[in-house]
């Protein structure tokens, strides 16, 4: 008889059910620590230590995974945040800049997470290579705000990508093209974990490559990684010693998320004196964003509660706009020290998110990830600020793509700013239907990008092509049906119009 068959039989004649999955538990995670073993004896010597840091980092969160009892939150448990635990951002500016901004700026580094493909945009390699204005990528956008802060300033302040295996390489063929540019560029990357079987819950991997039938085996585990794998480069300890103290980390596909002095300031120079070791820039919900997580209160501590962690029965709670007002942009100041201090006693408590997902073969497999706003609880003395939204313009769709790229934004020094000539500050609501899905078929179908600076609200379904200096007003909604197809003419003006059926501009 087996030992498993051994302690299940124990198991079960004592008191029942937990046990017994104490049992499981505890074989499951010895089956998953021997399938690491054998996947890293096939690493080459140079890649070893750091293959065994990814699959402990691994490890602990498989085991935390197994403890865990479900997404769900104690709803019960969940208040508002009292009032001075999120400040309105006038009230920050309000404190003004001191004399010595560039002593305070030489305090900073600024991280992209920079981990993801453009994919979801039809688009091969790194998002951050997109090009979004002018010729000009999310990458060049933010190297030129950067050393615009540099040269105004006369500081330091250098910028950090956090890459993963799929961006790596792509990204840092590119950086030799700011070799020339007044920032110091570091990179770094976020783990790489192994994708578990839904079924067997073990690696799908065999060994550490990840080509051939290996390449789907890994995935970067989300962007709470970035605590551990910061601390694991050296730069955690390396900016310390240059005695930087905050981080400033934001998506790099959000193009609101530039460096703020006047946040900056109130960290550096805190009011009542004691220092803030997070703080989470949210804004106001629209109904767009009802999906997005929210700051609460929760025994004593803020906290970021996501979609995923709600009990079904209170989903549409958490959705409300007049409840939950605000949600978290995902730009996040964090003290180094504080970092450092938590993940030295591994005191950085995330939530999992178990992400499912089916491989080409139609293999169904789970990724466990975090999210590096849900670490707020713990730090000391966090801090929410409400910031105005155009502090949150991010590029996930071509629908965001071409807001952007329109003249409703002005761009200088790599900042986008709302145009002067717009009469209110509210940005339209665009939805391109699938053929424009694709950042090609997108560009192919736009001549030029139209006038939006009157735009409402703008609605595209279908086989639609726009010619050159068309000019969009109030709510424009153009409906090809399947088999037609629309050309928008050269410099027509669609205010408050619905287009549907066929029209076709043909030359002659």
Known sequence: MSRFVQDLSKAMSQDGASQFQEVIRQELELSVKKELEKILTTAPSHEFEHTKKDLDGFRKLFHRFLQEKGPSVDWGK?????????QPYEKIK???LPDNISSVLNKLVVVKLNGGLGTSMGCKGPKSLIGVRNENTFLDLTVQQIEHLNKTYNTDVPLVLMNSFNTDEDTKKILQKYNHCRVKIYTFNQSRYPRINKESLLPVAKNVSFSGENTEAWYPPGHGDIYASFYNSGLLDTFIGEGKEYIFVSNIDNLGATVDLYILNHLMNPPNGKPCEFVMEVTNKTRADVKGGTLTQYEGKLRLVEIAQVPKAHVDEFKSVSKFKIFNTNNLWISLTAV?????????????IVNPKTLDGGLNVIQLETAVGAAIKSFENSLGINVPRSRFLPVKTTSDLLLVMSNLYSLNAGSLTMSEKREFPTVPLVKLGSSFTKVQDYLRRFESIPDMLELDHLTVSGDVTFGKNVSLKGTVIIIANHGDRIDIPPGAVLENKIVSGNLRILDH
Not at 78 to 86: C, G, L, V
């Open 94 to 96: 309000a404190r003004g």
């Open 78 to 86: 969940i208040q508002k945040p009292p009032e001075d635990s999120i």
């Open 340 to 352: 450092k201090r938590l993940q030295e006693q591994n005191a950085i408590d995330m939530e999992i």
